[in-house]
């Protein structure tokens, strides 16, 4: 069975710096996905970013990138000039060929004012 | 935007209740999923459905069982509630055979006293 691990139950960030969330999972499978999950306090999980394993490029989305290190099954979320609103619980996650998903156990962020 | 809704956002039922979560998707989806959220577990997947009147167990289906009549709703449903069954509880769905990512629900907040 695949394995994610979040090894940082907390952080937290000063507005406008840069934060790193990492993330390592374990699989013998080829070709999977990966996604970072943000759930802001109260409010509905939603996507921050994907990333196939076949694409050795890192995915970015705005203020939102990925450092995927595919050999050393590493997938870790940079968060560039931090806002208040990044002030979340943050979920990596593993999509195998059978789309089930697994999930690491979160990372909660909080960013200072 | 995919829409996913779930019946109530806070519910408080007595130990030895029948419960049942109710959520929808208006996305045609064919697959949908049922997690349990607690602080410290991350996600943890309780049943699943790839469609109508088919459900597959997940990590942790003691306690629980589903019911997917119609494409969009899928049920979950607590037979006899006990306390260690207080959890967010999370409904999410994805397409058929794709690499797209699993949309959420808000979220029910289950409370058994």
């Known amino acids: 069975a695949q394995t994610v691990t979040q090894s940082q139950p907390e952080m937290s960030v000063q507005e406008a710096e840069t934060v790193t969330l990492s993330c390592t999972y374990d699989?013998?499978?080829?070709?999977?996905?990966l996604f970072w999950y943000k759930q802001p306090p109260s409010r509905q999980m939603i996507l921050v970013i994907r990333q196939e394993a076949y694409k050795q490029q890192n995915a970015t989305e705005n203020r939102f990138s990925v450092n995927f290190q595919k050999a050393a099954k590493s997938f870790s979320l940079k968060i560039s000039d931090s806002q208040l609103g990044d002030t979340a619980m943050y979920f990596c996650a593993f999509m195998n060929t059978g789309n089930q998903f697994y999930f690491g156990t979160g990372t909660s962020l909080t960013v200072i004012p | 935007d995919v829409k996913v809704t779930q019946s109530s956002r806070y519910l408080v039922k007595r130990t030895g209740e029948k419960v049942f979560l109710e959520c929808v998707q208006d996305?045609?989806?064919?697959?949908m999923f049922w997690y349990r959220q607690d602080p410290g577990l991350g996600l943890r997947l309780i049943y699943f459905s790839y469609d109508v009147k088919m459900k597959e167990k997940g990590d942790i289906p003691e306690g629980y069982s589903v019911s997917r009549e119609k494409k969009e709703r899928f049920s979950l449903i607590l037979e006899s509630a006990s306390t260690n069954q207080t959890s967010m509880y999370l409904c999410?769905?994805?397409?058929?055979?794709?690499?797209?990512?699993?949309?959420f629900g808000p979220g029910t907040r289950l409370t058994v006293l």
């Open positions: 699989t013998s499978e080829n070709n999977y996905y």
């Open positions: 996305m045609d989806h064919e697959n």
């Open positions: 999410a769905s994805s397409p058929e055979y794709s690499e797209d990512t699993q949309y």
